[in-house]
């Protein structure tokens, strides 16, 4: 199992990477393990902003469907759109091509919130 140390964690099992200003969200290797193979995310086209704690839209595997938690607040500048073709992207390579989306972060503060890469680990038992 992957857990990238350069990462912050949601304890809903969301990962964000920050470059700058803009956080890019995924799912976590723990996540995409547990749900099985990925065949589905439902993200509005319309979604223009996320706040912290709540759900962006839903993923679905062949076992489940669990709802997506926004691991900061901000405005969506992009949606992985790539997902839509191949939604298997998300087990394959869910610190990279299956990322879900990117948002611009309007309290960098909240980062603080988030777990690192030992706790999140410590609440997945490894």
Known sequence: MNFPSDLKYTTDH???RV?????IV???DHAQSELGDVVYLDISDSLSTVTAGESF????AVKTVADLFAPISGKVVEVNQGLNNSPEQVNQDCYGEGWIIKIEMT?????????????????VGH
């Open 26 to 28: 995924g799912v976590t």
């Open 107 to 123: 309290d960098p503060s909240e980062l603080d919130n988030l777990l690192t890469v030992d706790a999140y680990k410590a609440l």
């Open 19 to 23: 470059e700058g200003n803009i956080g």
């Open 57 to 60: 839209g839903t993923i679905e």
């Open 14 to 16: 969301e990962w964000i």
